[in-house]
């Protein structure tokens, strides 16, 4: 079972570099994800990124 099963992070600061890393790993760890950030290109960049599908918002 991973870790954070079941939990919702919102990630702020996740269109840069440290951000989508830890979304990343936020993700692989079981959690559903909520990115925040003042660039929706790369937002939505990040978003196809991570390819989480319902779990990435």
Known sequence: MAKLEG???IITG???????????KFLAEGAQIMLA???????????NRLNGGANVA
């Open 37 to 47: 950030g003042r660039d929706l290109g790369r937002l939505e960049a990040a978003q």
């Open 7 to 9: 939990k919702v992070a």
């Open 14 to 24: 996740s269109s840069g570099g440290i951000g989508s890393a830890t979304a990343a």
